[in-house]
């Protein structure tokens, strides 16, 4: 029985976290990673069962890809069904760090994907939103650098695992995104246009939202936010 859990709907957030060897709790007020006693990592039920659902999707996401025909099959083909070549293994390289947190590569780099305070800040969505990031990331890339190419400026970096994680957590499983925008300023069109104020929500949109993130400085991204009915 997950600590906290509600048998009917959602699990309500329980923030107590507790030590398995002194069999102490502390609240989060307390800001303990590690036990104070014995120093081993402390445990929240809710936040395991997120660390576990992340694991799984790194798992599932893995594929098979042939180098030759250029086309990829379920990780467990070994052989290219099509040239019957060896085909290549590819994962998402990450790890859960001794304090509970998940690292993994994020554009050759390690990146800390989800922690404790991401987790806390957000319980209900948080681990939805690592999902979606590395999910959508070659969508963002590919819109960040058409949007630019299309009014002859130099695409900017790549965006970082922060910057994506700013704009995948507007959606969650109630708002979904559906359309994104990268400008490098907010000219007067956009600010003359009260549906487009910077991490405001002003007026509905065919049942959404348009919401602007800055990104980073020159980078913007406008974003349409639709909210979907759950029956």
């Known amino acids: 029985m997950i600590i906290g ?7 309500s957030f329980d923030n107590t976290w507790y030590c398995d060897k002194c069999n102490e709790n502390f609240k ?4 303990f990673i590690y036990c104070p006693y014995c120093g081993d990592v402390l445990k929240n039920d809710w936040y395991q069962r997120h660390l576990q659902s992340i694991e799984e999707f790194f798992s599932e996401s893995a594929k098979s890809v042939c180098e030759d025909c250029v086309e990829e099959f379920d990780k467990e083909f070994n052989f290219c069904p099509l040239c019957s070549n060896e085909l290549k293994k590819e ?3 990450f ?3 001794k304090d509970n947190s998940i690292t993994a590569d994020w554009n050759g780099e390690k990146a800390c994907i989800f922690d404790k305070d991401m987790f806390i800040s957000d319980p209900h969505f948080s681990k ?3 999902i979606k990031c590395f999910e959508d990331k070659d969508y963002f890339d590919g819109k960040l650098e058409s949007d630019f190419k299309e009014i002859n400026i130099e695409p900017p970096e790549k965006l970082n695992y922060k ?12 708002d979904e995104i559906r359309g994104i925008k990268f400008v490098p300023e907010l000219n007067e069109d956009i600010l003359s246009d009260e549906r487009f104020k910077p991490w405001k929500v002003i007026n509905p949109i065919n049942n ?3 919401i602007i993130v800055n990104v980073r400085k020159n980078l913007y991204a406008k974003v ?4 979907v009915r759950v029956f």
């Open 224 to 227: 349409i936010v639709e909210h």
């Open 91 to 93: 994962t998402i390289p």
């Open 163 to 174: 910057e994506t994680y700013s704009i995948a957590r507007l959606g969650t499983s109630t």
């Open 5 to 11: 859990e509600n048998m009917g709907g959602l699990i």
């Open 208 to 210: 959404g939202q348009c």
């Open 128 to 130: 939805d939103t690592v």
């Open 28 to 31: 989060d007020e307390d800001d």
């Open 95 to 97: 790890k859960i760090e």
